[in-house]
Structures are given as structure tokens and as C-alpha cells.
């Protein structure tokens, strides 16, 4: 906590999350770039070597940190981690998101075997399931149900760490599922394929003439290969109608659920804040349980005793005094240290007197990779810390 | 800078991207103002609805609409904040005069569809407002001498510009099609230059260079390489390798303290120390980097950190920095 400040945030104990045994879900979410993904892993770690049975989801890791758990490659399933301090009796599986896999998966898991293979070998299908914006946080929430459903059933693990996919907006994946949803299970689709299900008579004569006007605009505008590469996807998806809706209703329920614990992740940076801030209160609104904010890549203020200002004031003073130019380099670079730390303090200060009730941890900035298990419980032991 | 010595003449289209967090908007913005130089007017857009043009220019949330946001040295800034639906009911208002049709497309979810569903639709539309604006000419000349745009990050960024991908795999005919093949061309060709800002650490150094490959191979231009928050190592070399070596000589810190009338007990000097000591690490492990990122042969420009945080003053001298290095 910053000593010049006179009210803090609450401190965020990170240990006492992961302990309690009615924790059994983790979510770190933020916007991109303030080190979600490390949070999770070191968070996951920390729990396993805790004694916790912990199973980590990343979703798009850097190269290094993949490799730090033993993850080489892509790999839709969970592995376990090897040289994790098993002492305590708790483990670490980890597995990287494979979102095509993990569509393909759901349509074999729900079509009979002759219509998934015309899902699978749509164009509009492919299209959807490798590359919509919103195909890898629906695919993430589905993949977090799918471990849950089997940690219910085997016991395989006690607690489940999700990183979040760097998305635009620190916003989007709790959106992204409803949306995916909304479009398969909705009235568009319905009117492009069978307009003369989607609603009664009445319905039909105010808006037929709508309605081709609109397919005939989407033709005109896409090219007919594109409609009807959708209008039979749609068919051959229309045995799951309902489904995907009904999955993302209970996803968004898992999220709200008790035993589920939200961290949002930020940098000091005026940017990551704001996005954390709105974040918050989303989290708020949609009455999802929300732990507190992980402040990542801190730049302590230091033990020297002094401002910026009076370094930068004794700097001035030794100016020109050549016996003391070491002390007087040395004076700058504190001040510079103390102006950094001071702005962080600021941005930090500023979130808590918008929402003095999130606690917070900070951890510390460091500027090389995560290379291996111990810099990760580095990192985890500046969150429990 | 006289004519000649700028790197990016001929370049209308600059693109910005970068690692999340490695301060693209920012660099966008400073780039922006640079071109805007000896009267030339410049165009800055986003386009992913963070309205981060407006935060840092401290001017209200910026519309769908083209508005000045700052001068400089008698040129001028205008922003945009592009909306993929605002983009498509523009672009169908102007090619399909829809009037009525455009209430029952948003009505059935179709506009929707359009903009958040249909893989690529949505970069299509906006990279086709760039476009737009990058072409645009009024009197026979083009309205804007540059446009800059503050692109998505590095991990999206080829996908984001070869607007190719999806579309043309769904889309094999019709304007949406077109569309797609005049923005491809327009983002390979001379007149553009992808941008890169990175850190001088492990992480966004990588992706940069992961970036430039998977630009290079889609045929995209690359530009520059703008590295952010450089630190000034604030001690002269030797100094900071004994710094590193904590081989600094504790007595002579000690005095200097007491010359300037300042607590010199050994947690004082200790503390210094350690931010010597720190700054020596850094300062080594912005040297690595930095030669990772000369591997890959581009122009590398310098930004220095602002250790107060990023303001408009802060923007003005930024944008001088990058001017002074020829990226303007």
C-alpha cells in the first residue's frame, strides 16, 4: 500500500482466495496487454503448490510462458504440469484454447454424425468457427462449462483458473456467448432460411416485403454464395436451435454462481484503469462476484526517504561539484524512479476513490519473460504476497 | 527536416500497430501531429471504439464524424472514431439510397449480423472507411495529405488489413467482394506503411518481430519499428556496468548526501544502490533488444519514457522526436 496515501483500497489476500475450497472458479479478465495470461499460470501454480487440484486455462499464451508450463503446441486438452511442488498435495494441469477444436467439438457433440460432417465441411461454418471475433470468448465460456461439468463428475480438479481472451474490450466475452447465440438461435437467421416459420400470418404480410428486401440487399451485397452458404449452415444446424442459446444462458449462470471469484487484471496505465473501471461496474451490474484488482507492473516507489522533488532540488545543488557527480546522477535517477511511482499511485488512487470496495493487490513490474515454473512462482508470491 | 531526408514521402496510409500496452495510441497521435507539419492536414483514426483519440487530445468522445483536434505548426489534426454499423449504413445510404430498408435491416438483426457475426464483414467496413478517406479528393487534390490509423495490435493486425482472408473465402462475388479486393490493394501497395510500436522488452519485441514476418509474407508493407519508453540511462556507462556489478563506491554516495544536506545513513545509500543497480539491468537488457530489433532491418525510431505520464504538451514533443528522426 502507498505509505503517502492516507486511505488505501483494501488489500486483495489472493491467498485466502485460492484457499478456500469454495472457490472453484477464477476468472482473470482486462484488456490486453497487462498480463492476464502470466496471472493466471502464476495464480494456478501458486494454488496447486497450495494443495489445490488445479486445472489452468490460457488462451492465447506467449511462446515463453506456454513453454514455462510444458505446453508446446496447441493442445485442446489438459496436461499436467511437470516440477510443480506437489507437497501439499494439490497438482496443475494447463491447456491452451483450440477454438476451431473446441467448436467442432460441440457440433459432433450434438449433431448426428452424418449432419456434423456437413457442419463441418460448410464454408460459412469454417469461416465462423476460425475466425469470429466472438468465436474464441464463446468457445473459452464453453470450455470452462465443458471442465466444470467434469471436474462434477470425476474430480478431477477443485479449482479452475480461466485467463480471458485478449479481446478489444476487457468487455466482450461476457457478451460474445449471448450475441453467438442471439444470431444462431434468432430471427434473422430464421427469416433468411425458412421465412414462412417465423411467426404467424399477420407477422408474414407487414413484413414479407421487408424481409426480401433485405435478403435481396444481403445478396446483392455479399454475393449469393455467401447466403447460401449460411442458409445451409443454418439448416444443417438446426437440429442444435436452442442449444447454443441455452449453453450461453448456462455459462453466464456458472459465472454469476457462488463458488466463481472475478480478478480483474490492469496495468497503471490510465488506459488499462479505465478499462478496468468500466469493467467493474459491468461485473457489478450483471451481479457477477467480483474479488478484487490485481495491479500488475508496478514500479514500487523506493526505500529512499525522499520526493522526486528534493532529489531533483539536491541534484541541483551538487550540479557543477565534480567530487559529488556520482551522488548527483544517482539523485536524478531516484527522482525519475519517484515520478513513476507517484503517477502509478495517482492512477491507483484514482480507481479506489471511484470503487473504494475493490480490494487490490500489486505486483510488481519485471521486465524479462517468464522463462520457467519459478519465474511464475516468483510472480505468484508478489500476488499472495 | 528538408524534403529529402524524410523516410515515409509517397506514404499516405500510416498504419499504427503494436502489442496491447505498448502505448500505439500514443505513437499514432504524435505521428499524426508530425505529418501534420508546414500546413498539411492529417487524419487520425480508430477503430476500435475506445475513443482513445479523444482521452489523449483531451476533447469530448469523438462522433462518426471528421473533427479538428489540434493544430501544429500550421497544419492541422482532424480525428475519427470509426463505427462498423455507422460505417455500413453510410456505405449502403450511398450505394442503395436505402431508406426504408435500412430500419427493417437493423430491425431484423441483419445489421447485426453484418457487423459483429459475419467473419470479416466488420474489418471490411472499417478499413473501408480508411480507404474512403485515404481517397478522397475534393478540387482535384486529395482532402487529406496523410491518414494515420491507430490500428488493432500486432496479434490481429495481418488478418485486420489482408480483409481478404474471410470474406473472399465467403464472399466469392459482389460489392462487399469488390470491396475487399480495391482495400487490399490499397493497404500493399507504396502508398501504405504498417508501423510497429514496441517496448524494449522480451515480449512486445517478439511479436514485433513475429509481426514483420507475418506482415512481410502477406505482402504488406512494413514501415517503421517506433520503440516506446525508452529509458535514459542517467549515468554514464562505466558508472552503470559498477552500478550493475554493485561496485559503486558507497562512501562517495554517502558524502555527496551530506553535501546536499540530505540523510546519508546506509539504507539511504542502499536505496540509491539498488536503483543504480536496477537501471544497470534495464539499461543491459534494452541493449539486447534493441539489437533483436536491427535484425529485422527496418527504420527504428525512439521514444523516450515520460515518467509524469502522457499529456497533450507531452504529445507536441513526441511528435518533434519523431520529426527530428525523419519518420516525418
Given at each position: 500500500m502507498n505509505p503517502r496515501s492516507g486511505h488505501g483500497p483494501t488489500h486483495l489476500d489472493v491467498d485466502a482466495l485460492i484457499d478456500d475450497p469454495a472457490t472453484r472458479i477464477v476468472v482473470c479478465c482486462g484488456s490486453g496487454g497487462v498480463g492476464k495470461t502470466t496471472t493466471a499460470a502464476a495464480l494456478g501454480l501458486r494454488a496447486a503448490e497450495r494443495g489445490r487440484q488445479v486445472v489452468v486455462l490460457t488462451i492465447d499464451p506467449a511462446r515463453r510462458l506456454a513453454q514455462s508450463m510444458g505446453l508446446d503446441q496447441l493442445d485442446n486438452t489438459p496436461r499436467r504440469v511437470t516440477g510443480v511442488d506437489e507437497s501439499a498435495g494439490g497438482h496443475l494441469d494447463a491447456m491452451m484454447l483450440d477454438m476451431k477444436r473446441t467448436f467442432d467439438e460441440v457440433v459432433e457433440a450434438h449433431a448426428d454424425p452424418e449432419k456434423a460432417k456437413q457442419i463441418l465441411a460448410n464454408p460459412f461454418y469454417q469461416a465462423l468457427s476460425s475466425s469470429f471475433a466472438g468465436t474464441q470468448e464463446y468457445m473459452a465460456m464453453e470450455k470452462l462449462g465443458q471442465l466444470r461439468a467434469r471436474a462434477d463428475e470425476d474430480g478431477s480438479w477443485d479449482l479452475i483458473v480461466v485467463d480471458t481472451p485478449p479481446s478489444r474490450s476487457a468487455l466482450d466475452f461476457l457478451d460474445a456467448p449471448q450475441r453467438l447465440g442471439l444470431f444462431l438461435d434468432g430471427r434473422f437467421i430464421r427469416l433468411l432460411t425458412a421465412p414462412a416459420k417465423a411467426g404467424g400470418r399477420a407477422y408474414l404480410k407487414v413484413f414479407s416485403a421487408g424481409?426480401?428486401?433485405?435478403?435481396?440487399?444481403?445478396?446483392?451485397?455479399?454475393?449469393?454464395?455467401?447466403?447460401?452458404?449460411?442458409?445451409?449452415?443454418?439448416?444443417?444446424?438446426?437440429?442444435?436451435?436452442?442449444?447454443?442459446?441455452?449453453?450461453?444462458?448456462?455459462?453466464y449462470r456458472l459465472l454469476q454462481a457462488s463458488g466463481t471469484s472475478f480478478l480483474v487484471v490492469a496495468a497503471p496505465e490510465r488506459d488499462a484503469l479505465r478499462e478496468a473501471s468500466f469493467f467493474v461496474d459491468r461485473l457489478s451490474q450483471d451481479r457477477m462476484p467480483l474479488s478484487g484488482l490485481v495491479l500488475n507492473r508496478v514500479h514500487p516507489a523506493g526505500s529512499t526517504p525522499f520526493s522526486a522533488e528534493r532529489a531533483l532540488a539536491a541534484a541541483e545543488t551538487l550540479a557543477g561539484d565534480k567530487e559529488h557527480a556520482l551522488t548527483a546522477q544517482l539523485l536524478r535517477l531516484h527522482a525519475e524512479r519517484e515520478r513513476v511511482s507517484e503517477r502509478e499511485a495517482a492512477l491507483a488512487e484514482r480507481f479506489t476513490a471511484a470503487h473504494p470496495d475493490v480490494p487490490v493487490v500489486r505486483v510488481p513490474a519485471c521486465a524479462e519473460d517468464v522463462h520457467d515454473l519459478a519465474g511464475l512462482r516468483e510472480i505468484g508470491s508478489g500476488l499472495g504476497g | 527536416?528538408?524534403?529529402?531526408?524524410?523516410?515515409?514521402?509517397?506514404?499516405?496510409?500510416?498504419?499504427?500497430?503494436?502489442?496491447?500496452?505498448?502505448?500505439?495510441?500514443?505513437?499514432?497521435?504524435?505521428?499524426?501531429?508530425?505529418?501534420?507539419?508546414?500546413?498539411?492536414?492529417?487524419?487520425?483514426?480508430?477503430?476500435?471504439?475506445?475513443?482513445?483519440i479523444a482521452q489523449l487530445f483531451d476533447v469530448p468522445p469523438l462522433p462518426y464524424a471528421e473533427r479538428k483536434i489540434a493544430t501544429y505548426a500550421g497544419g492541422e489534426v482532424l480525428g475519427l472514431a470509426v463505427d462498423p454499423k455507422a460505417a455500413l449504413l453510410e456505405y449502403l445510404q450511398l450505394f442503395y439510397k436505402l431508406g426504408r430498408a435500412g430500419s427493417m435491416l437493423e430491425k431484423v438483426g441483419a445489421i447485426d449480423f453484418a457487423t459483429t457475426i459475419a467473419p470479416g464483414v466488420q474489418d471490411v467496413l472499417l478499413t473501408g472507411k480508411v480507404y474512403e478517406a485515404v481517397r478522397r479528393r475534393e478540387a482535384a487534390r486529395p482532402v487529406y495529405d496523410a491518414v494515420v490509423l491507430d490500428a488493432p495490435p500486432t496479434g490481429r493486425i495481418t488478418r485486420f488489413l489482408g480483409v481478404g482472408a474471410e470474406v473472399v473465402g465467403l464472399a466469392r462475388v459482389g460489392p462487399i467482394r469488390s470491396q475487399a479486393d480495391r482495400i487490399v490493394s490499397l493497404m500493399q501497395s507504396p502508398q501504405t506503411a504498417v508501423h510497429l510500436v514496441t517496448l524494449l522488452e522480451e515480449m512486445p519485441v517478439q511479436e514485433t518481430l513475429d509481426g514483420v514476418r507475418d506482415l512481410t509474407a502477406a505482402g504488406l508493407p512494413v514501415g517503421g519499428i517506433v520503440v516506446n519508453q525508452v529509458r535514459s540511462p542517467l549515468l554514464p556507462a562505466r558508472r552503470l556496468s559498477a552500478a550493475g556489478k554493485g561496485k559503486l563506491d558507497r562512501d562517495e554516495v554517502a558524502a555527496g548526501l551530506r553535501a546536499a544536506g540530505l540523510p546519508d545513513g546506509p539504507d539511504v545509500v542502499d536505496g540509491l544502490l539498488d536503483e543504480a543497480a536496477r537501471r544497470a539491468a534495464r539499461v543491459a537488457l534494452e541493449k539486447r533488444e534493441r539489437q533483436s530489433i536491427a535484425s529485422c532491418g527496418r527504420?527504428?525510431?525512439?521514444?523516450?519514457?515520460?515518467?509524469?505520464?502522457?499529456d497533450l504538451g507531452v504529445l507536441y514533443e513526441l511528435a518533434e522526436l519523431l520529426h527530428e528522426q525523419g519518420m516525418s
Open positions: 424481409i426480401s428486401l433485405v435478403t435481396h440487399t444481403m445478396t446483392r451485397l455479399l454475393g449469393a454464395h455467401f447466403l447460401s452458404d449460411v442458409q445451409t449452415f443454418v439448416a444443417a444446424l438446426d437440429t442444435m436451435f436452442g442449444g447454443f442459446r441455452e449453453r450461453a444462458d448456462a455459462t | 527536416m528538408p524534403e529529402a531526408e524524410r523516410d515515409w514521402d509517397g506514404v499516405r496510409l500510416h498504419v499504427v500497430s503494436g502489442k496491447g500496452g505498448t502505448g500505439k495510441t500514443t505513437v499514432a497521435a504524435a505521428l499524426a501531429l508530425s505529418l501534420a507539419r508546414d500546413g498539411r492536414r492529417v487524419l487520425l483514426t480508430e477503430v476500435e471504439g475506445r475513443q482513445g527504420p527504428v525510431y525512439e521514444l523516450p519514457e515520460v515518467p509524469g505520464g502522457i
